[in-house]
């Protein structure tokens, strides 16, 4: 984010409740709200529109993550495409900036959407899909967050595009 330091590289571990962790656990947060914003939009979707055409589980997840990917790099492709990178960049860096983290939120959300007894076959009006796919979102969020701080902490993950948002 603009004004913000650089986060910590290499081995450097900041101090317990530093201002510099602080900053980072920030960041990390940020980085996975900006995750967890591209994979409901795709899973959403991708599970509506599955469940909606009848779809068995296996095509179900895999619209859904090819949506989720999709959303989650096209939310950090456009803020630096904005800040003036060339295209061929800006897909570089959201795939540097995003894939460890999408990765991270898609196996947990969809492990808890398949665990769910009766989530996958649910239909569209039932509460119990809205529930699982509500419950699975924020797990895959809570188990994201320190998967995001060890890559910031690192200048690694969003922290590579963190000044161009």
């Not at 947060?29 to 909606?52: D, F, K, Q």
């Not at 003036?84 to 999408?102: E, F, H, I, K, M």
């Not at 009766?118 to 969020?141: K, P």
């Not at 967050?145 to 595009?161: M, Q, W």
Request: net charge positive; charged share 10%.
């Amino acid at each position: 984010m603009p004004g913000q330091h650089a986060p910590a590289r290499g081995g450097h571990r900041p101090a317990a409740g530093s201002p510099e962790q602080r900053q980072l656990g920030r960041l990390a947060v940020s980085a996975t709200v900006h995750c967890l914003t591209g994979c409901a939009i795709g899973e959403v979707l991708g599970m509506v529109l599955a469940t909606w055409w009848g779809w068995p589980d296996l095509p179900s997840i895999a619209l859904a993550v090819t949506l989720a990917f999709l959303f989650g790099y096209a939310l950090t492709i456009r803020p630096v495409l904005r800040a003036g990178l060339p295209l061929g960049q800006a897909l570089r860096l959201a795939l540097a900036a995003d894939t460890v983290s999408l990765i991270s939120m898609e196996t947990i959300d969809n492990a808890v959407m398949l665990g769910w007894p009766g989530a996958m076959d649910a239909g569209l009006t039932d509460v119990l899909f809205w529930g699982a796919m509500a419950v699975a979102l924020a797990v895959a969020f809570v188990v994201t967050v320190p998967v995001n701080y060890a890559l910031v902490r690192r200048g690694k993950g969003h922290a590579v595009v963190a000044g161009l948002h």
